[in-house]
């Protein structure tokens, strides 16, 4: 669980005679992450594609953009099916050539309306004018200009220009028409000077007679026959889609698989007569694989487990148990020309892949390591310690019954309705983070922020509250410690796991980087949480499980056993500053000493805890308060606070002396503003829901990368991709 499954480099030699049914057997069991051929091996070379690869790979090339044109998707498969050679011969060319000749009919069409669009775009101006487009040019003594602009600006420069002997402007809404007379010497482009120097954008007059209205309307009816011609052509491109789905997708998939058996031998090492394939495999499924080998092709093939892979990440990653081999098998059927290794030399130095060994429960926690990055195969998956703390971090910073359930429900909605395995992962993470989230808003006796809860189960006293009112004040000064303490607990945690990583290289090393922490940390916060120089500290270290509010009977920790910690803490800085000083010179011993800081800033930052709790249990108060009122009672030991659900503020006014109103409540403020706090109480409580996810969500998911990842987890691990395909539009030939 902690661990990757184990995996295992196997080796499958034989003779050429029988690769093909090879790769098409360890296809089938899709069981074998193949390992590349780095051509190292003398007397062997990269085995070549198997015939007729070109042809598959230049098929599956058009059958893509086929569903590309087509835009198909998976919702249109229909039931799988089996694809013969002899219909990706003659079917798939009569989709290909009634595909393209539509698209290309489409393409056209499209082309076509958008010219026509443009030319109605472009004679609108001339529309809105109302004069006949050959009133517009074609003149020899007079000049015209059609534009957009202000009239009045273009008759004062034609007035004030003195090489324009007569003008007329024409103004319709938007555009304007300019016919002038120059003077005899007067240049082709009179008007245009004229122009210059006022707003005026020039048209191009287009090439045309007649009334521009009856030009448009011409256009437009073009527009319209276009337009039908084109829905038909989209018509017949979506009958044709779903005829020719199902089958278009099952020929990819089976493409795929051709292209895919037929490129495999580029993995292998070959000879004339001989191959050598290498890949990784879970190690208990080794028999299963030399089984099914044995059963198809005999004894023509040897099957050597070449090594079990270790744990261990400082190492060589192929440490291996012992195995037994069957050495001169192996040799007796590779190439007698060439000295075979007989499994003691692998095609390379290439890392085994990782397969997370998780339970059920904990399967979708996956999606939150990995979005860091997938463990590498020596190292410690962290999934199970997200699964136990991630929730608790996320359901303690909200705890809400009514939140709760609604990120449940919203969990189940995603892990049923989708099919993606990324949203069925967040669908998971949900309903486990609204489950804790509902636990512990019973433990706070809270419903949407409402204490009616801790008044139905727990009588009113709910073991544990929030302490947002004046009056819980200890509650939350003890989350804050609670808050730390859980940290040092998390950090420990990945550094036991550090300590065991390293252990299993160097026990110095073991010590000098994860035990010189751990003792860092633990003598550091023994002091701090002892009444040695108890007047120097936060009084509340000491109080808070000493009877307010939790009575458990710890005052802090003797001065005796403080001078300990302190001692303790001392070993840890010396050996963690010996570990610098060892990989950095002397450099490392400032390093080491900076760097020691941290047991207090990381253990700090874990207050986020207490202090989201606070801020999400305020966001909820404010919007109940609006809604319902609130009003304060102090009792001497603190103000607590009430809101006003089965009565008004009146009432509380006569019936209570010491009572001050905070806030009369909208639901008290007549029709309308029953209804104006209905859509404040919906939707506030809807943004502190959305919220909860931003704040709580992103907070806890910090820790657990920043403060516990950093600990232990590098990541980096290759994907377990084995040599196989997961059927869905095909069924086996």
């Known amino acids: 669980m902690l661990r990757p499954e184990r995996m295992s480099k196997v080796s499958v030699t034989g003779s050429r005679a029988v690769m093909d049914d090879v790769i098409e057997t360890v296809h089938e069991l899709n069981l074998v992450h193949l390992s590349d051929y780095d051509g190292s091996w003398e007397g062997f070379e990269p085995g070549a594609p198997i015939e007729g690869a070109d042809e598959a790979s230049d098929k599956l090339v058009t059958v893509r953009s086929l569903e590309s044109m087509l835009d198909l998707d998976e919702a249109d498969a229909g039931p799988s099916r089996i694809v013969t050679d002899e219909a990706l011969e003659d079917e798939l060319e009569s989709v290909r ?132 011609e084109l829905e038909s052509v989209e018509s017949e491109l979506e009958n044709l889609r779903l005829d020719t789905a199902g089958f278009l997708l099952a020929a990819e998939e089976k493409l795929s698989i051709d292209v895919q058996k037929a490129e495999a031998p580029l993995n292998f090492a070959t ?97 939150l390591v990995e979005t860091i990055n997938r463990p590498k195969y020596s190292e410690f998956d962290p999934t199970a310690l997200l699964f136990l703390t991630f929730p608790a971090f996320f359901g303690f910073m909200i705890g809400d019954l009514g939140y709760g359930l609604l990120y449940m429900g919203m969990g189940y909605w995603l892990y049923r309705s989708f099919d993606s395995a990324a ?90 980087e994860s035990g010189s922490w751990v003792l860092l940390f633990a003598g550091i916060w023994t002091w701090i949480f002892s009444t040695q120089a108890e007047t120097m500290k936060p009084g509340f270290l000491f109080t808070v499980f000493d009877g307010e509010p939790f009575a458990l009977g710890f005052g802090g920790f003797s001065p005796v056993i403080g001078t300990v910690g302190l001692a303790i ?11 610098e000083f060892k990989h950095f010179g002397g450099p490392g011993i400032v390093i080491g000493a900076l760097e020691s800081l941290s047991v207090l800033s990381d253990a700090l930052s874990y207050t986020r805890i207490a202090a989201v709790l606070l801020a999400k249990a305020g966001m909820a108060f404010v919007v109940n308060l609006l809604f319902f009122g609130v009003y304060s009672v102090d009792h001497g030991e603190g103000a607590e606070w009430h809101f006003m659900i089965d009565y008004g503020p009146q009432y509380v006014l006569d019936h209570y002396e010491a009572a001050s109103i905070m806030f009369p409540g909208l639901m008290h403020s007549g029709i309308a503003g029953v209804l104006g706090g209905l859509v404040v109480l919906v939707v506030g409580h809807l943004l502190v829901l959305a919220l909860g996810i931003t704040s709580a969500g992103l907070q806890a998911v910090r820790l657990e990368y920043v403060e516990f990842f950093g600990k232990f987890y590098e990541g980096g691990g290759d994907e377990y991709e084995p040599f196989g395909y997961e059927r869905t539009y095909t069924t086996q030939d």
């Open 97 to 228: 050539t009634e595909v393209n000749e539509l698209d290309d009919r489409r393409s056209e069409l499209e082309t076509q309306l958008r010219e026509v669009e443009e030319r109605i775009d472009s004679m609108a101006p001339f529309a809105d004018l109302g004069i006949d487009l050959d009133l517009l040019s074609g003149y020899d003594a007079v000049q015209v200009a059609v534009g957009e602009g202000d009239a009045d600006e273009v008759r004062l420069a034609l007035e004030a220009d003195e090489n324009v002997r007569e003008f007329d402007v024409f103004a319709g809404s938007d555009t304007i028409a300019v016919f002038a007379y120059p003077e005899s010497d007067a240049g082709d482009d009179a008007l245009d000077e004229a122009l210059v120097g006022v707003d005026f954008a020039l048209l191009a007059v287009p090439d045309a007679e007649g009334s521009p209205e009856e030009y448009v309307e011409e256009l437009e009816h073009e527009r319209q026959k276009l337009e039908t």
């Open 569 to 579: 803490g001392a070993v840890g800085f010396v050996l963690y500053v010996a570990g």
């Open 423 to 512: 949203l069925k992962s967040l669908g998971g993470i949900a309903i486990w983070a609204g489950g804790f989230t509902a636990l512990f808003g019973v433990l706070y006796g809270e419903i949407f922020g409402l204490h009616q809860l801790g008044e139905l189960v727990w009588g009113g006293h709910p073991p544990m509250k929030k302490g947002l009112q004046p009056i819980e004040g200890e509650f939350a000064l003890t989350w804050m410690v609670v808050s730390i303490l859980v940290g040092l607990l998390h950090m420990t945690v990945g550094y036991v796991l550090d300590f065991v990583e390293n252990l299993q290289h160097s026990v110095t090393d073991a010590v000098l």
């Open 271 to 367: 000879t004339e007569n001989a191959f050598v394939a290498e890949g990784w495999i879970p190690t208990d499924r080794y028999t299963q694989l030399a089984s099914a080998l044995g059963d198809r092709v005999g004894d023509r093939v040897e099957v050597d487990e070449l090594e079990r892979a270790a744990y261990d990440r400082h190492g060589n990653a192929h440490d291996t148990e012992e195995v037994e081999r069957d050495e001169p098998a192996r040799e007796e059927i590779a190439d007698e020309d060439v000295a075979a290794d007989g499994g003691q030399v692998t095609m390379g130095d290439d890392q085994p892949p990782v397969v997370q060994d998780n339970p059920g429960a904990f399967k979708p926690f996956e999606l």
